[in-house]
């Protein structure tokens, strides 16, 4: 979903955290927002900024808390969750798969907002107490902001634009009365797009009467939009690529190269000839590696004669290939992730047996949405 690159921080209960880069940009945002408060409120800037930050953290650490909850109960319902991330707009906890039933879908949405509305509840009372035990501002202003973000983020999760945790909740509903995800999910995005829309025409009243805040919804509405059009179209790739391995989709007649003719040959007989940007290196029965027009590139011209393929040849095995007992949807994430356009096919004893690609796994994506299957 992120484009941008984040980083590692950690593991929690052993899922994976991470913060993209614009995480940055919000924390500042928020640091800036705290300390002015409560610099308004305590009039000492250093014990502001300093209080200002704890409040941040213990404000993300509520996010990252909620995020937990959902992927605990994904994890007790055997959904893996591939890692966590915080990033500009909150956190997210990204699935492996979608879950499995209506009843899954509805626990692990529903464990976000009430982990968020306990945790408002928990700053609630430490600010009754402080308040009651007259711990000081630096005490009681934290936690009741603390308290009222929480109680915010729960509510706001619960409006139903899928993927939010409200859509989901109302996803599984549709999909335990009509006992189909996809149908189920359609109307759950359409919901989540009009949402999407709705926020981002809120930002625009704002933004023309001269509330800058009203970007941020205009932001938010935008990715969630995206996200909502996302979803669906993974549970429509999922559904039609169910069951469906890499074996059987594969082409199985495909142009292999030895690695002892030289450059020269390559580019007439191979590249010229049949007009693809690479090749499998195969010797014998092993696969050796993909050579490109870009490996070619490298060399000057006047040694294409005297250059073989074999010492071009890049090592990347790993990257672009894929076992025949994979999954089809795993080849299309896989070939999404790297850009590109297909994956060779070796099996387990390193021999190239096919090649998968993009467009042969879109053409039986849309023949089976045609169907309806
Ligand atoms: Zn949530």
């Known amino acids: 979903m992120f484009s941008l690159p984040s980083i590692k921080i950690g593991k929690i209960l052993g899922f994976n955290i991470e913060i993209n880069y614009t995480w940055f940009i919000i924390f500042l945002v928020i640091l800036f927002q705290f300390t002015h408060i ?22 993300f650490s509520s996010l990252l808390f909620h995020e937990l909850c959902h992927s605990y109960i994904a994890r007790l319902n055997n959904l893996p969750i591939k890692k966590i991330t915080l990033f500009i707009f909150g956190g997210v906890a990204e699935m492996a798969k979608e879950p499995a039933t209506p009843a899954i879908e509805f626990k692990m949405a529903i464990a976000g907002p009430l982990s968020s509305f306990f945790l408002s509840a928990f700053f609630y009372g430490v600010f009754v107490l402080a308040s009651f035990l007259n711990l000081g501002l630096v005490i009681t202003v934290p936690s009741y902001y603390l308290a009222l973000i929480n109680l915010s983020l729960a509510i706001f999760n619960l409006l139903p634009g899928f993927p939010l945790d409200g859509g989901r909740l109302f996803r599984a509903t549709l999909w335990f009365f009509l006992k189909d995800i996809k149908p189920a999910t359609k109307v759950a995005s ?10 981002i025409f809120v930002g625009f009243v704002s933004v023309i009467q001269g509330l800058v805040g009203g970007i941020w919804f205009i932001l938010i509405g ?43 040959e390559m580019v007439n007989n191979y590249f010229l000839k049949h007009r693809f940007g690479r090749f499998p290196v195969v010797e014998g029965d092993n696969f050796l590696g993909v050579i490109t027009i870009h490996d070619i590139k490298e060399v000057s011209r006047e040694k294409w004669f005297t250059t073989n393929v074999g010492e071009v040849l890049q ?31 070796i099996n387990e004893k390193d021999k190239l047996v096919g090649l998968v690609t993009r467009t042969d796994i879109i053409r039986l994506i849309k023949v089976k949405t045609e169907l309806g299957m």
């Open 38 to 59: 409560l610099n308004a409120e305590i009039s000492s800037f250093p014990i502001s900024v300093l209080t200002g930050l704890i409040t941040t953290l213990l404000f």
């Open 190 to 199: 359409l919901v989540g797009q009009g949402f999407a829309y709705l926020l």
């Open 222 to 264: 935008w990715f969630l939009n995206q996200a909502a059009q996302g979803s669906y179209q993974q549970v429509v790739l999922q559904r039609a690529l169910s069951g469906i391995k890499v074996s059987e989709i594969m082409t199985k007649d495909i142009l292999t190269i030895e690695p002892s003719i030289t450059l020269d």
């Open 315 to 345: 090592s990347s095995k790993k990257s672009f290939t894929i076992s025949p007992d994979n999954d089809a949807i795993h080849a299309l994430m896989q070939m999404a992730q790297e850009e590109i356009g297909h994956l060779l096919v």
